[in-house]
């Protein structure tokens, strides 16, 4: 019996809830990944998990050792990377979940830079805009705005995420150019379909009272690239964030509504297992984002530098 790997295969199914899912990331068979977990429940003398037909879930023993376990897991991948560091240089797999609104147009650079600089580590990046727990779905690190519920993640503020409103010219020049927040009400609006606050959005302006508006969109999407295109295309008003919009509305194919009433702003952060704090790949790419992304975002300076988006934030 091999310990680390009877050990491992417990953590998985502990984490994932799941043999099936379990033996996919694992990338092995589900058998194979049962008799691991069977020979440690032998060689422990009693049931890890309590299981039938429609679930799996710890029993008390496993219960009392998870943690531990997950730890020496951890621990042992943390071992292995740094003897590879000294002889060679990181290798491995690392499993990325990030939101689409932040990959594309941003995060090839920096790829391009990680595997010039640790060509050995793969990287696996999975582009989608839920908010997952990477515990349960088997990822080192996720990239997004919404934590997930759990307590087994460390999250880490990036940068902030601004809104706007905007249209192209050619829109407004046909529909006019909304003056106060409620006009907005009387155009065709694109708005995106994963805030927590659902349509409801509260405008902010210096010295004034903050107005709060349930906004009625006649377009609904959980892709803010497609909101864009949706604006290029004359078609409405929608809501972006900066790091989406920044580009054409410095090109001018896209003009800020509404510039002086600010939205408040979220913020993405990168979350991951408390327990892989110091997995090697994981520490070097986390160094890599902040690098790149800490402090005044890139998308961000050139509005602020063309007097189109004040600095403040409001949270």
């Known amino acids: 019996m091999d310990r680390f790997l009877v050990i491992e295969a417990f953590v998985r199914v502990a984490e994932t809830g799941s043999f099936a899912e379990a033996a996919r990331q694992m990338r092995v068979s589900r058998s194979a ?5 069977q020979q440690l429940e032998a060689f422990v003398g009693a049931p890890l998990f309590v299981r039938n037909t429609r679930s799996v879930r710890l029993s008390e023993l496993g219960q009392t050792f998870l943690r531990e ?7 042992t991948d943390e071992v292995v990377n740094q003897m590879r560091e000294v002889t060679t240089s990181p290798a491995g797999r690392l499993r990325v979940h990030a939101l689409p609104g932040f990959v594309l147009g941003h995060l090839a650079t920096l790829l391009q830079d990680f595997q010039g600089r640790y060509p050995q580590i793969v990287l696996d990046i999975v582009v989608n805009d839920a908010a997952i727990d990477p515990v ?18 460390v999250s880490r503020r990036l940068f902030p995420v601004r809104r706007v409103f905007c249209a192209s010219p050619t829109y407004l020049r046909r529909w006019g150019v909304p003056r106060a927040p409620e006009d907005l009400l009387r155009h065709r609006l694109g708005w995106y379909s994963g805030y927590p606050t659902r349509e409801r959005v509260v405008f902010h302006r210096a010295d004034e009272t903050p107005v709060s508006l349930e906004l009625k969109p006649t377009l609904l999407s959980n892709s ?5 295109e949706y604006a290029l295309e004359h078609a409405g008003i929608v809501c972006l964030p900066t ?7 410095l090109a001018g194919q896209l003009v800020l509504v509404l510039p ?8 993405l952060s990168v979350f991951y297992p408390r327990a892989a704090r110091s997995s090697l790949k ?18 961000d300076a050139g509005l602020f530098e063309a007097g189109l988006v004040p ?4 949270e």
């Open 260 to 267: 002086k009433h600010q939205l408040s702003a979220f913020w």
């Open 311 to 314: 600095e403040t934030l409001i």
């Open 69 to 75: 376990c997950t730890e020496l897991v951890a621990r």
């Open 243 to 249: 790091l989406v919009a920044s580009r054409a509305v």
């Open 33 to 37: 990944l049962t008799e691991r977990v």
């Open 136 to 153: 349960k779905e088997g990822f080192d690190c996720a990239l997004q705005i919404f934590p997930p519920r759990s307590e087994e993640l």
């Open 224 to 228: 803010v690239h497609l909101l864009q």
């Open 282 to 299: 994981l520490k070097l790419f986390l160094e890599a984002l902040v690098k790149n992304f800490a402090g005044t975002p890139p998308w």
